[in-house]
């Protein structure tokens, strides 16, 4: 089965700083991985997903992750960060082409310090 | 165009009794997903819906938990007999299904927060 490690649960960095969360997955098959955004009371919005066509992907609002099979990592990154960019990231792993469920890492809550 | 609309988005409850929740996803999406939100556990899966059918249910904490979908759209999570360890954000997700396409690309709703007291 697969399953998602996100390391640190609170990141906090100064604005216009980088801003690197990371998240190791597990998966038996090659995985379908993606990067979610939690703003307060709201629901998830996808950032970006690696669906093996390129190893770097490019998301919404500036972020990239890139794919890196040999350390099993799907890091999120952001050259400079915004006051808008606090929220809770999530990634998740999917083993499956088609609808099949997700698989959560723990989130990590991400402060933005002026 | 619309998104995925939930409903009720705050449902406060006594333990014991039951609890309906509602999701409406995006117009044309073949499949959806429930899932929960909680302080302990994260976000969990609870259950996956194509068409009206139901391939994977895996995620059901107990029998108290049921859902359903008609017409290939609107979908009900029911919990019956409440405790409060249902406290939580119940979250639904929609996506369109491509055959052969790669991606599982699902878009949330805005959830319903139940709280049990």
């Known amino acids: 089965a697969q399953s998602v490690t996100q390391l640190g649960s609170h990141v906090s960095v100064s604005e216009g700083a980088l801003v690197l969360l990371r998240c190791n997955y597990s998966?038996?098959?090659?995985?379908?991985l993606f990067w979610y955004v939690q703003y307060p009371n709201q629901g998830l919005q996808l950032l970006l997903k690696?669906?093996?066509?390129?190893?770097l992907v490019k998301g919404i609002n500036g972020f990239e992750a890139e794919f890196k099979k040999s350390e099993t990592s799907f890091h999120l990154t952001k050259p400079s960060a915004h006051r808008s960019d606090a929220a809770e990231y999530f990634c998740?792993?999917?083993?499956?082409?088609?609808?099949?469920?997700?698989?959560f890492g723990q989130g990590t809550r991400l402060t933005i310090n002026p | 165009g619309a998104g995925v609309s939930q409903s009720p988005s705050n449902k406060v409850t006594e333990k014991g009794k039951d609890v309906e929740l509602r999701c409406d996803p995006i117009?044309?999406?073949?499949?959806l997903y429930w899932y929960r939100q909680s302080l302990g556990q994260g976000l969990e899966f609870l259950i996956y819906?194509?068409?009206?059918?139901?391939?994977?249910k895996s995620g059901l904490p107990s029998d108290r938990f049921s859902a359903e979908r008609t017409g290939g759209s609107v979908s009900t999570l029911t919990i019956q007999r409440t405790q409060q360890e249902d406290s939580a954000v119940y979250l639904c997700?929609?996506?369109?299904?491509?055959?052969?396409?790669?991606?599982?690309?699902?878009?949330f709703g805005p959830g319903t927060r139940l709280t049990v007291t």
């Open positions: 997700a929609s996506s369109l299904v491509l055959l052969g396409a790669p991606t599982n690309e699902q878009y």
């Open positions: 998966s038996s098959v090659p995985p379908y």
């Open positions: 690696y669906t093996s066509a390129a190893t």
């Open positions: 998740a792993v999917s083993d499956s082409e088609g609808a099949q469920k997700l698989v």
């Open positions: 117009s044309g999406h073949t499949a």
């Open positions: 819906f194509q068409g009206n059918s139901a391939p994977d």
